[in-house]
């Protein structure tokens, strides 16, 4: 799965142009209202949110996939810097696989805000839901796929906790290991270690953001 997601994001996902990317998430969002009972439903089956509830997080979800669709070409639009040096810009680039853990209170609603502005970004995910929510962690996943996503784009995946610190370990020696042989290793191990600690756990999202925007 680790490989797979990361020969989609080398490959295909960040290749693609913020447009392409946002188009996909926009559809996602669109599926996602267009299915609202269903995803509603498992919510209500896996952890009690009474229907009405469970209803309104899967629009806030939907809101917040469209969102970033509708904004992610000017958030990450090269930003010029004044510079008597020369011509210089702020450019924003992706970082690679991510890993998000997700808790269960909000099943759709955590997955959206991680999901959505990393994707937009041209990252690529593994994402480990509850134990107790499978269905609406693989409803989400599917949401993806219907809209386009490629294979490895958003993966979820059912660990333990256990195994996704090994999973974090391994994706921390891989890319050390690539940076000690590269001519910038010391660069190159400064992102290693962003891009292994770009996860998303429960609280307020810690992940890298996009300027200006409000925390959900």
């Known amino acids: 799965m680790l490989a797979n997601a990361d020969k989609t994001f080398r490959e295909i996902w960040s290749k693609k142009a913020v447009r392409d990317r946002a188009k996909i998430i926009g559809k996602a969002a669109s ?3 267009e299915q609202k009972e269903k995803f509603a439903r498992l919510a209500t089956l896996e952890m009690g949110k009474r229907i009405a509830e469970s209803r309104g997080e899967v629009e806030l979800s939907a809101s917040i996939l469209k969102y970033y669709a509708d904004n992610a070409e000017t958030f990450l639009a090269p930003r010029p810097l004044k510079s008597i040096a020369g011509e210089a810009y702020i450019e924003y680039s992706p970082l690679g696989v991510l890993i998000g853990v997700q808790p269960w209170n909000y099943p759709y609603y955590q997955l959206a805000r991680f999901a959505a502005p990393h994707l937009a970004s041209g990252n690529v995910m593994l994402v480990k839901h509850a134990p107790g929510v499978p269905q609406c962690a693989l409803a989400f996943e599917a949401l993806f796929v219907e809209a386009g996503a490629p294979s490895g ?3 979820n995946v059912f660990l333990s906790n256990d195994q996704v610190a090994k999973l974090i370990n391994l994706l921390r020696w891989l890319v050390q290991f690539l940076a000690q ?4 290793g ?5 992102e290693a270690h962003r891009e292994t600690w770009a996860l998303a756990f429960s609280g307020r999202h810690r992940g890298p953001a996009f300027p200006g925007v409000p925390a959900w």
């Not at 042989?181 to 910038?184: G, S």
């Not at 010391?186 to 400064?190: A, H, K, L, P």
């Open 31 to 33: 599926l996602m209202l």
């Open 153 to 155: 784009a958003y993966t």
């Open 181 to 184: 042989k590269h001519a910038m």
């Open 186 to 190: 010391y660069r190159y191990r400064e």
